[in-house]
């Protein structure tokens, strides 16, 4: 994930432009699925304006720039949301193509022209999504020698956990994967929380404990080295640089940083029979969650939100904040009653925001002030459909397991036998002892890399 602003005056221009059009305004009943569901039709139609698939210089699976390949994994994960919420298989084919497209040769989320800038957190986001195929049923894969989603979020665990390491801050992995890229040093809280997430899932899905011992430690150690602060109202911050051994903290709160280690401790309280120990956490985080981005029960992202100062990125984070409160109230039922009034009180206001652009029902950004901000973006978009379908949570079965209703093929050792996990781990090690010599392997690596055969050297 990297920064990127909108011009301001392209906002403003569409803001002028809209003044002269008609309000189309989306009715939302929050009582009634239909309004829902065809409230969030219209806002996926406007997702779908970003998407280019099909004409020159558009991909399979990505968003027109500016929006990073990481933000279609976590748009198509909302959408995926859509298609089973809302039982609408218009996009059914979109998200399965993305989803293929993006697999890349290994099927574990590392696409070869996405992976000399990947980061661990861009490949997390998009196990999550994939993850959600697998939890939804989603339409499994028919194609000859092509593995189920459940292999390729296996992939996606094995090779990100392959690059935990001890040898700084106690454990954690770094913000990026490969050394060229600035920020490798960092390790930050998104990436260790998505795989955290990861482990939750498959140990609740597959029932293999291993995976559930993982992602303890991983939840112990953003806690002992004190990204996530666990109190009634607890604080999940944005990660630290390892050359201080991770003490001087970035205490920048995100809400995708909360959703996630929210929506992975509410996995791990479901996939642990509701245990006092997960329950606590829980509740804690809860806490957290529901107290500091929300203001008069209308979400907000509270870090950038009133400076008008959201990048693309940032502009997305309630999107999947939204998709994991609303996990959490399935999967704890417990915390129903606190999550569900601010969930209807911001989709509410959320749909109020959708009256600008020359649809008509564009979604703004800000939706404390009940008309459209004058901000649009496949951020807003995706932002205002997840808090909306968040209403239909409680209309369908809860996420299934191998047990109830799954049906995805796996495999445990997906990704293991990958080179590149073993190129990262010489690396490592150079790194500590020798910068030159990692300075020329690195070299090496890239000139390999951009050759395009990794096989062949090692
Ligand atoms: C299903 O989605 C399509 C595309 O957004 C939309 O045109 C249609 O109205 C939706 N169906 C329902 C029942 O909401
Ligand atoms: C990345 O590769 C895919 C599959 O080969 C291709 O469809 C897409 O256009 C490429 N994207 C970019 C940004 O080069
Ligand atoms: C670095 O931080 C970890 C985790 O907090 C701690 O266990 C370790 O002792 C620290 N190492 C040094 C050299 O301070
Ligand atoms: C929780 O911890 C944070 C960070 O130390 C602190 O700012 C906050 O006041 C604490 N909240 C409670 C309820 O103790
Ligand atoms: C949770 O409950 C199920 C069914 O009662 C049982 O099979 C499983 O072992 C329990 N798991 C834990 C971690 O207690
Ligand atoms: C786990 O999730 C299921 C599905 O929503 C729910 O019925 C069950 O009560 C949850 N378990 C606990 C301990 O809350
Ligand atoms: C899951 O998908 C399979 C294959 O499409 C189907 O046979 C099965 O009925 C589905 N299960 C559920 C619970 O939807
Ligand atoms: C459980 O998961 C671990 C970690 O991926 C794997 O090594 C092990 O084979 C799995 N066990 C079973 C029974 O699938
Ligand atoms: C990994 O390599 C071993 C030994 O070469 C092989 O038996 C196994 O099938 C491979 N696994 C995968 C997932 O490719």
Known sequence: MGTQLFPGWVSKAFFWLSIAIPASAIDLDVSSKNSICSATALIQDGIMDYYDANNYGGSVGMFQAPYYWWEAGEVFGGMLENWYLCQNTSYEQVLYDSMLAQAGPDYDYMPSNQSMVEGNDDQGVWGLTVMGAVERNFTNPTEKGVPGWLAMVQGVFNTMYSRWDD??????????????NSGYNYKNTISNACLFQLAARLGRYTGNDTYIDVAEKIFDWMVDVGYIVLNDTANVYDGANIDDNCTDITKLEWSYNQGVVLGGAAYMYNATNGSSEWETRLSQVVGGSTSLFFRN?????????????????????????SRMLSLTSVLAPYTADTINPLMEASAEAAAKS????SDGHTCGMNWETGSWDGYYGLGEQACALEVIQSLLYDQRPAPYTDSDGGTSVGDANAGLNKTTT??????LKITHKDKVG???????VIAVLVGGSVWMMF
């Open 297 to 321: 029960k209308i979400m907000y992202e509270m870090t950038c939100q009133d400076a008008k100062s959201c990048n693309n990125d940032q502009r997305s984070f309630k999107s999947i904040f």
């Open 354 to 357: 959708c009256t600008g652009g």
């Open 438 to 444: 990692a300075a020329i392997l690195t070299a090496v």
């Open 167 to 180: 040898q700084h801050c106690g454990g954690g992995v770094r913000w990026q994967i490969f050394t060229w």
């Open 422 to 427: 073993n190129v990262l781990h010489s690396d």
